[in-house]
């Protein structure tokens, strides 16, 4: 299995808070992106990441900001917590090339109260 | 307008039974095309991937997908199901975001497999 280790796995926070979620690889790929899964809706993108210091908007991007400082880490910030934002968040790692697949977290279930 | 469209939502079939789950792409260059698997409260896994060659390509776990360009199609099938193959499966074709060459995936919404003992 590829090294993508989420944290945390669960988390319950009230409306208004700050969160982040955190994505840690050992793989030393290039790109990284946050997704959320909900039901009837498959997953979406968030941001990504293609390099150190490298983010960019995906396409349900509001609320949501990134960071990346080092390879390794990606991290996930809601600025503010809303009960829309109660999901499942996946962390995904690419080499990047047009024909490399990518290798998914175990993902962080987020519930906003 | 690129997508992916998985017809089923949710298919049942009987252990032992065979198994194809549809998808369809929208894409204007040549399609990179993957399926996923997600069991319960885990993460995706890789089950195949087509990029070119050979049109049918075999993949982890006893499956297989076909690359049909003219039917814009590459569904996954499997011969006989196992009770374990119950999970949520998902289409997706790469794609190029941007101006540059950064890429990300574009997922179907999923199809939701049960296995009847």
């Known amino acids: 299995d590829a090294g993508i280790t989420q944290s945390p796995r669960h988390k319950v926070t009230e409306t208004g808070t700050p969160v982040t979620l955190r994505c840690h690889q050992t793989?030393?790929?290039?790109?990284m992106y946050w997704y959320r899964q909900d039901p009837g809706h498959g997953l979406r993108l968030i941001h990504y990441?293609?390099?150190?210091?490298?983010?960019d908007k995906g396409e349900v991007s509001d609320g949501y900001s990134v960071s990346r400082s080092k390879t390794e880490d990606f991290l996930l910030t809601l600025e503010s917590a809303t009960s829309s934002q109660t999901s499942v968040y996946f962390c995904?790692?690419?080499?990047?090339?047009?024909?490399?697949?990518?290798?998914f977290g175990q993902g962080t279930r987020l519930t906003v109260v | 307008a690129q997508s992916v469209t998985q017809p089923d939502i949710h298919i049942t079939v009987s252990e032992g039974a065979s198994l194809e789950l549809r998808c369809n792409y929208s894409?204007?260059?040549?399609?990179?095309l993957f399926w996923y698997v997600q069991s319960p409260g885990q993460g995706l896994q890789l089950l195949l991937k087509?990029?070119?060659?050979d049109t049918l390509v075999q993949g982890i776990k006893g499956f297989e997908a076909e690359f049909k360009r003219s039917q814009s199609s590459f569904n996954l099938r499997k011969p006989s199901v196992h009770w374990s193959d119950a999970a949520e499966y998902f289409c997706?074709?790469?794609?190029?975001?941007?101006?540059?060459?950064?890429?990300?995936?574009?997922w179907g919404l999923g199809t939701s497999l049960a296995v009847n003992p």
């Open positions: 995904a790692i690419s080499a990047g090339t047009a024909n490399t697949e990518a290798f």
């Open positions: 793989e030393n790929h290039r790109y």
């Open positions: 990441s293609y390099g150190v210091k490298d983010t």
């Open positions: 894409y204007g260059a040549t399609p990179y």
């Open positions: 087509y990029f070119s060659g």
């Open positions: 997706a074709v790469g794609a190029f975001i941007g101006a540059g060459n950064n890429r990300k995936l574009i």
